[in-house]
């Protein structure tokens, strides 16, 4: 199993660029989020995902959207990046949705600078 | 103030030592309490549940004290490979909402 898995590990753009960040699970779960961390801020959530078609908003959506085509993977987008958007970007996956956190797995991050 | 808080630390502690981590919650109708470690640049793992009754897993200890909204972290005889940060994670209100402290830096020095 690999797990959650998360592409590309880095990434720069400029602002105005778009991008998607692409999520993997092999763990057949149904519940998947993107976080992001920042210094100061702690994990915040961005959007997340009960199961497969659905998507929900979090605590931080704005400048953000995300498509749970396949069950296995989760796309975060950014239609026109930020300097703001500048973060570690955590994908997870749990069995089982909130609130049992101890069932979330999370990827390797992915570290986006927007210049 | 802030619904989870932890101090930031650094806690610098020897080998060998003894080192415990407090996370205070505001919201009394929190039902569930994580400890999670992330290593530098790494992603959030969990370390252990923490349960009504207290808790223990090998050198780790986890208690909730609900009186005093806390739960504490306890880490007997410290490795060098316990040096981290450690994340409070709480499961408040009745959305059920997945609140993260900043985390409380370990450094275990030899």
């Known amino acids: 199993n690999a797990g959650v898995t998360q592409t590309p590990k880095f990434r720069v753009l400029k602002t105005g660029q778009s991008m998607t960040l692409l999520c993997a699970q092999d763990m057949n779960h149904e519940y998947m989020y993107w976080y992001r961390q920042d210094p100061g801020m702690g994990l915040r959530l961005i959007h997340y995902s009960v199961g497969e078609g659905t998507t929900a908003k979090g605590e931080v959506p704005d400048g953000y959207n995300v498509s749970r085509l396949k069950k296995q993977n989760f796309l975060l987008g950014l239609e026109s990046a930020a300097p703001s958007q500048t973060s570690v970007y955590f994908c997870?996956?749990?069995?089982?949705?909130?609130?049992?956190?101890?069932?979330?797995?999370f990827g390797p991050g992915t570290r986006l600078t927007v210049t | 103030r802030k619904e989870v808080e932890q101090d930031p630390g650094p806690f610098n502690v020897p080998e060998g030592a003894t080192v415990a981590f407090n996370c205070t919650y505001s919201n009394s109708a929190s039902q569930s309490f994580f400890w999670y470690r992330q290593d530098c640049r790494k992603e959030p793992k969990l370390l252990m549940s923490v349960y009504s009754s207290g808790n223990e897993d090998g050198r780790f200890t986890a208690q909730l004290n609900r009186a005093s909204q806390y739960i504490s972290l306890l880490i007997r005889d410290s490795k060098l490979s316990d040096s981290a940060t450690y994340l409070c994670v709480v499961i408040a209100g009745n959305n059920r909402k997945l609140i993260w402290g900043l985390g409380t830096s370990l450094a275990v020095n030899p």
């Open positions: 997870a996956s749990s069995y089982s949705g909130l609130p049992s956190g101890s069932l979330l797995y």
